[in-house]
C-alpha cells in the first residue's frame, strides 16, 4: 500500500537484472504456480471485506481497507472514533520456504515496473490472481484492525489472518471522483477514511514527521523527498494508512524477538563512521535545530521545538517561490537514503522508532520475508530466518536498490536535459515557462555552455529570477564576466544589498570557497572586507551601521570577481572612512524632473502611466519599481519620490533615448 509514483518506481528500477533483459520464470516455477491451491486456506478464517484502491492497469493488489465509525463520532466534542480495517495479501501463506517460487522471489527481489512491459516478482498467475486481492474473489489476507479516537490517536490494534474478498476495485482517479459523489454507495466509506487519514497525518506531523506529508503545497513521501506533481487525495489517504500499518508491523516484529527486516533511516552523515558501526537510532529531527545551518529559515521568537514540521508550514507558506523550491531540495538532502537492516534503529522521516515495509508482499521482497515471520509469530513456530540469513538478504536487497535508483536517476536526468535542449531552441516555449522552470532551464544552459540562447528572455525576467539563479551567473561571470547576464545579476545585486551575503554563501557551498569578513569601526562609521580563499576587493566598504558594510562588501567582491580586479588579501589599499552622506548606496537627487518627462511622454504616446511599487532598501531609504510593458525599471533614493524619480530616469532611458 504505496503511494503512486513514489515506491513503485523503486520496485522498478533495474539492479543486477537488467530491465533490458527479460526476466523470465522457470517451467517449474510456473508449474509450481499452477499447482498452488488456496482453498484449503481459506476454510478456517473468518471472512472479511474492504475496498482495494490501486492504479488503473494494476492486477498485483496487495491491499485493501475498511471504515467502521460510530454514529457519533463525528459530532462536535465526539470522544468514540472508527476502527480502520487494512487486508494485506498472504502470499508466504501458499508458498513454502525454500520452495522453487520462494527461490523466485529471492532472486528477483522485487516487481519491475517497465516502459513496456511488468515482470512481477512471483509468477502473473499469482500475482495478478490467485494470490491478488481481485473484486469479487475470496483470497487469503492478513486483517490488521486499528482503532483510533475521536482525534485520530491509535488506542489499540489487533492482527490475525482472513479470508477476505474485495466488493469494488477502483482506480485512484475513480476513488477522487467518489469522494465528491455523495449518492455513491462507496462515498461514505471513502469519506471517513479520508477523515480518519488527515487527522492520523495531523497527528505524525506533530512528532516531527515530514515523510508521507504535505507541508505547504509540497507532498513529500515516506523518506522526505518531493514529489513531483500533486498526488490525488485518494493516493495520500492510501499511502497515510500504509505507514500506520508498516510502524504497527514493525512493533509486533520488534515485540517478538523474531529476526526480521526493518526500514531505517537516519540523518545523512557529515562524515563517514570511521568505525564501521551500525548507524545510531534515528530521532525525530528537532526542525529548528538539526536542520542544515545552510538552510536559512527565519524562525523569529517563537519556539517551534514542540511543533515539528508545523513550523515548516508556517515558514513555507510566507516564503517567497525561489527560497521556498530551494528549502525543499534542501530539505530532501537533509536525509539518508532508507535502508533494510535487522535492527529497527528508526525512520527519521516518519518520526518511527521502529518501521518496516509489510504492506506489499506481492511485490516488494521485505514485505515477502515480514509476512513470513508474521506467520512463525501466529503459530509459535522456530523464526523462519537466522539473523544471519536476513543480514545477507537485506543487503542483497539494499544493494540491488542502490543500483536501481543510480539507474534510474541517470536515465531521469538525461530525459530532463533532452527536454531542455530542445527548449533552448525553441524560444516560444522558455517564454511559457513558469518561474521554477526557467530557472532550471536557466542552470541547464549555464551548465552546457548555451547562456546566450536565454540571454533575452532572461534580462527580461531578471527581477523575477531566484537568488540561487543570481548565484549562478555570478559564478559564470567569474569565467565570462563581460557576458551581458553575469552583468545584469551584479546590477540586481547592487539594487538589493540584502541579497549579497546569501549569494556569496551560495557560491562558497558550491565552489567549497572559505569566506570571512573583516569589520572594524563604532558608531555609525564601520569598514568592511570580504574575503574568499584569500583573495579579496581592491578597496575597503564603508557604511552607517555593521549589517550594511559586509552587504557592500560581499557586493565589492563580486564586482572586483567580474572585473578580474581581485587581490591578495596581504595587498590590500586602505582609505579613509568616509562619512555617511558620502555613502553611495542611496542615489542623489536627480537633476532633472524625470516622473514629468514620464507623464508628457505618455500623454503624447496615449500610454497610460506605469504602476509603481515600493519597498524598504536594506541600505536605507526606498526602492521604487516602474513595470513598463511587462519589464520593471528600478530606482533608490531617500524618500519614496526620490526613488520613483530614478526609476522614471532608467525608464526613459530606455523608451526615450536622449538624441
Known amino acids: 500500500m504505496e503511494l503512486a509514483g513514489s515506491q513503485r518506481p523503486e520496485s522498478s528500477r533495474s539492479g543486477p537484472n537488467s530491465p533490458q533483459k527479460r526476466r523470465t520464470f522457470s517451467r517449474a516455477a510456473i508449474a509450481a504456480a499452477e499447482a498452488l491451491n488456496t482453498d484449503a486456506l481459506l476454510e478456517r478464517r473468518p471472512p472479511r471485506w474492504g475496498l482495494t484502491i490501486d492504479g488503473p492497469n494494476s492486477e498485483d493488489l496487495d491491499d485493501a481497507l475498511r471504515i467502521e465509525v460510530a454514529d457519533d463520532a463525528i459530532a462536535p466534542g465526539a470522544t468514540v472514533g472508527a476502527t480502520v480495517y487494512v487486508y494485506i495479501a498472504d502470499p508466504t501463506a501458499a508458498i513454502a520456504p525454500g520452495s522453487l517460487l520462494d527461490q523466485a522471489a529471492i532472486e528477483r527481489i522485487a516487481t519491475l515496473y517497465l516502459p513496456r512491459r511488468v515482470e512481477p516478482m512471483l509468477p502473473e498467475l499469482l500475482t495478478g490472481d490467485r494470490l491478488s486481492l481481485r473484486e469479487g474473489q475470496m483470497r487469503p489476507a492478513l486483517e490488521l484492525r486499528l482503532d483510533l479516537d475521536a482525534t485520530g490517536l491509535l488506542q489499540d490494534y489487533h492482527w490475525q489472518f482472513v479470508r477476505f474478498c474485495s466488493i469494488r476495485k477502483l482506480s485512484y482517479d475513480q476513488a477522487d471522483a467518489i469522494l465528491d459523489q ?17 487527522k492520523l497525518a495531523r497527528h505524525r506531523q506533530t512528532l516531527g514527521a515530514l515523510g508521507a506529508s504535505t507541508i505547504g503545497d509540497t507532498y513529500f513521501d515516506e523518506d522526505g523527498r518531493p514529489v513531483l ?64 545551518p545552510a538552510i536559512a529559515v527565519d524562525w ?22 525561489d527560497q521556498r523550491t530551494a528549502l525543499r531540495r534542501k530539505l530532501a538532502c537533509q536525509f539518508d537514503r532508507a535502508r533494510y537492516g535487522t535492527e529497527p534503529i528508526g525512520h527519521l522521516a516518519l518520526a518511527a522508532p521502529a518501521y518496516c515495509h509489510s504492506t506489499s508482499p506481492l511485490r516488494r521482497l521485505a514485505d515477502f520475508i515480514n509476512h513470513r515471520v508474521l506467520h512463525a509469530i501466529a503459530d509459535g513456530s522456530d523464526p523462519p ?19 536501481a535508483r543510480d539507474r534510474i536517476d541517470l536515465a531521469q536526468r538525461q530525459k530532463r536535459h533532452a527536454v531542455r535542449d530542445r527548449n533552448l531552441d525553441q524560444q516560444h516555449r522558455l517564454a511559457q515557462l513558469d518561474d521554477d522552470q526557467f530557472s532550471q532551464h536557466l542552470e541547464h544552459a549555464i551548465n552546457t555552455d548555451r547562456l546566450d540562447q536565454i540571454t533575452d528572455l532572461a534580462l527580461k525576467r531578471l527581477d523575477r529570477l ?5 548565484g549562478r551567473l555570478l559564478i559564470h561571470g567569474l569565467t565570462d564576466g563581460q557576458h551581458p547576464l553575469p552583468q545584469a545579476a551584479l546590477r540586481q545585486l547592487q539594487q538589493t544589498p540584502s541579497l549579497a551575503i546569501s549569494i556569496l554563501d551560495i557560491a562558497c557551498h558550491r565552489l567549497h570557497w572559505t569566506v570571512e569578513f573583516e569589520v572594524s569601526g563604532a558608531g555609525t562609521h564601520w569598514t568592511a572586507w570580504a574575503i574568499v580563499n584569500g583573495r579579496t576587493h581592491p578597496h575597503p566598504c564603508h557604511s552607517t551601521n555593521k549589517k550594511q558594510a559586509r552587504a557592500r562588501a560581499a557586493i565589492a567582491f563580486w564586482q572586483a570577481g567580474l572585473a578580474g580586479t581581485t587581490r591578495d588579501a596581504t595587498d590590500r589599499q586602505t582609505a579613509p572612512t568616509p562619512s555617511p552622506s558620502a555613502s ?12 514629468g518627462q514620464l507623464n508628457q511622454h505618455c500623454q503624447q504616446t496615449g500610454q497610460p502611466m506605469p504602476p509603481d511599487h515600493y519597498s524598504p532598501d536594506p541600505a536605507g531609504g526606498f526602492c521604487c519599481i516602474l513595470v513598463w510593458k511587462g519589464h520593471p525599471y528600478r530606482g533608490q533614493g531617500r524618500t519614496k519620490k526620490l526613488a520613483k524619480q530614478q526609476a522614471a530616469q532608467a525608464l526613459l532611458a530606455a523608451i526615450a533615448p536622449s538624441p
Open 385 to 403: 530466518y537466522s539473523q544471519g540469513e536476513l543480514e545477507e538478504l537485506a543487503e542483497r536487497i539494499n544493494t540491488w536498490l542502490e543500483a
Open 229 to 292: 506533481g500533486t498526488p490525488l487525495r485518494s493516493q495520500v489517504l492510501v499511502a497515510e494508512y500504509a505507514v500506520l500499518a508498516n510502524t504497527i508491523m514493525a512493533q509486533i516484529l520488534r515485540s517478538s524477538g523474531y529476526p526480521a527486516l526493518y526500514r531505517n533511516q537516519g540523518t545523512r552523515a557529515i562524515a563517514p563512521d570511521p568505525t564501521g558501526d551500525s548507524p545510531t537510532p534515528a530521532q525525530p529531527l528537532d526542525w529548528r535545530n538539526d536542520l542544515d
Open 466 to 470: 531566484s537568488t540561487d539563479d543570481l
Open 584 to 595: 553611495p548606496a542611496i542615489a542623489p537627487e536627480p537633476s532633472s524632473n524625470y516622473i
Open 300 to 321: 523569529g521568537d517563537e519556539d517551534w521545538s514542540d511543533r515539528g514540521p508545523q513550523a515548516l508550514l508556517a515558514a513555507l507558506a510566507d516564503m517567497p517561490a
Open 182 to 198: 455523495p449518492d455513491d454507495p462507496h462515498h461514505l466509506q471513502l469519506s471517513y477514511l479520508q477523515t480518519w487519514a488527515k
